[in-house]
C-alpha cells in the first residue's frame, strides 16, 4: 500500500536522481534468486546522499506518527535497512534493533542485534520488497521473541502478487513510499523511458521468473 501519492512520486524522482534505480534492458541484471531483471533497485545508496536520506527519513518518521502512534522498537532489516532504519529510530527517539537473515554461527549467535523486544510493539523498516520472503524472516523472528509486529514500512516495492500473497498470508501490513508503478509513470512523464521500454518493464514484472530466459 502507498501511503501517499506525491510521495509516492518524489520517492521514485529521488531514487532515480541518485542511480539508486537502474534501468538496462538491454544489458539485464542476473538477481541472487538467479531472475533475470532489467532493473535494479539499490537503496543503500541513498545512505551517501544526505538529501535523500533525510527526505526518507522525514516520511518514514511521518507514517509512523499518523499511523503507529504508540510504537516502542523501530527493527531494521539486515542489511539493506539498518542504515534508514537507524535513522527513523534517532528521529522518534526510540530504541533500534536489526535482525539477521539467521543467527550468527559465532560468538552469541544472536539473530536480533540490540536488546531483545520481549513484548514490546515493534514497527519493521526496509528498503525493498520483492517477493517479501527474506522480510517476513524477520518478522517471525521478532515474533518467536513474543515481541507485538505493528507491520512494516519499506522504501520501495516491486509489487509482485506473491510478495502481496505472502503478506496477506501473515496478516502484517505492508506500506511503502514508492513502488514500481510509480517509477514507470514517473519515468514516462519525464521522457526518460520509451514506450516500447514501458512495454518491456511491464512484460518483466508480470513474469520476472521466465523473463530473458
Given at each position: 500500500?502507498?501511503?501517499d501519492?506525491?510521495?509516492?512520486k ?30 535494479y ?12 536520506r533525510?527526505?526518507l ?7 509512523v506518527?499518523?499511523?503507529y ?15 534508514i532504519?537507524?535513522?527513523v529510530?534517532d ?10 537473515p ?8 544472536n ?5 531483545v ?39 520501495f516495492s516491486y ?23 510509480n517509477l ?6 519525464e ?23
Open positions: 500500500m502507498i501511503f501519492s506525491k510521495v509516492a518524489k520517492t521514485a524522482s529521488e531514487l532515480l536522481k541518485i542511480d539508486a534505480i537502474k534501468l538496462q534492458p538491454s544489458a539485464p541484471f542476473t538477481w541472487a534468486s538467479g531472475w533475470k531483471s532489467p532493473i533497485c539499490d537503496n543503500r545508496i541513498a545512505l551517501s546522499f544526505p538529501e535523500t533525510n527526505f527519513k522525514t516520511q518514514f518518521a511521518s507514517i506518527k499518523r499511523k502512534t504508540d510504537v516502542q522498537v523501530i527493527a531494521g532489516v539486515a542489511t539493506g535497512a539498518i542504515g532504519g537507524m535513522l529510530a528521529a522518534l527517539d526510540l530504541p533500534f534493533i536489526y535482525i539477521r539467521e543467527a550468527k554461527k559465532h560468538g552469541r549467535q539473530q536480533i542485534e540490540g536488546i523486544p520481549e513484548g514490546k510493539k515493534v514497527l519493521v523498516i526496509e528498503d525493498l520488497i520483492s517477493t517479501g520472503k527474506s522480510s517476513l524472516l524477520a518478522v517471525e523472528a521478532l515474533k518467536k521473541c513474543s515481541a507485538e509486529v505493528m507491520g512494516m514500512i519499506a522504501i509489487g509482485f502478487q506473491v510478495a502481496s500473497d505472502n503478506f496477506a498470508s501473515t496478516g502484517i501490513e505492508l506500506t511503502t513510499l514508492s513502488n514500481y508503478e514507470i509513470e514517473l519515468a514516462k512523464e521522457g526518460t523511458i520509451s514506450e516500447e521500454l514501458v512495454a518491456t518493464l511491464k512484460s518483466w514484472r508480470e513474469n520476472p521468473a521466465e523473463w530473458g530466459v
